[in-house]
């Protein structure tokens, strides 16, 4: 794998996107309520973020049609394609870590006019009116973790690579620790803010946007892992 001298990567749902995907999935397509009892075992850390997702989306019922009819509504954040151009100018590659699904991402971002960007994210398989849910980087944190996103991150730096990450929630808060330069918003905020993490605080896109802009360089140096 070509590692860059600087890799930026963005959280997806809530981050890239104005609002939480899967949320809105699970409140529009779901069967039932079950998913609802399942988040709140998930938030007392009575069950792993994997058991959580793999029942909710299992919960959904969906046709292809109106998936894709659902998808094409659905936009990002107006400064992320300003934020990938100021990574082509300073030579950094641009990579997203998500809980969300290949499906469902790469249909956004593609629908969005987004391209090359590297992506990391669980699978699905469309069956009838059924979503399968797979979770290939679930790794050594399979009990806790559906995306173990410090092994990605990890996998695409290397001992000299500088590194950027922007997220909002807790599966952000492992890899926010490792890169040089955070910014968080959300509960990701909270977490670093009472860790004593250094971050730069973010509401959207824009305020990372304008942070980089003013910035005379990218980051130098990797935080210790």
Known sequence: MSRGKCVFFFD????ITKFDILDDMLERFSKDDNWMALE?????????????????????K????RLD?????????PSFKKILGLCDRNNTRKVILSDNFD?????????NGISGVDVYCNSLKLLKESLIPRFP???????????CKTGNLKANIGRNTRSIYVGDGLSDLCPSKRTDLVFAKSSLRERLSSEKVPFVPFDDLSDVY?????????PKNRRPS
């Open 69 to 77: 009819s659902y998808l094409s509504g659905i936009k990002l954040d």
């Open 103 to 111: 499906y469902i991402l790469k249909g956004i971002l593609k629908n």
């Open 210 to 218: 304008k942070y980089l802009k003013r910035s005379e360089s990218w």
């Open 137 to 147: 980087y679930s790794g050594r944190c399979r009990k806790r973790c559906a995306h």
């Open 40 to 60: 709140e075992k998930w938030k007392r850390g009575e069950i792993g973020s994997l058991e959580c997702l793999d029942a909710q989306i299992r919960g959904i």
């Open 12 to 15: 997806f749902d809530n981050t």
């Open 62 to 65: 969906i046709t292809r049609g």
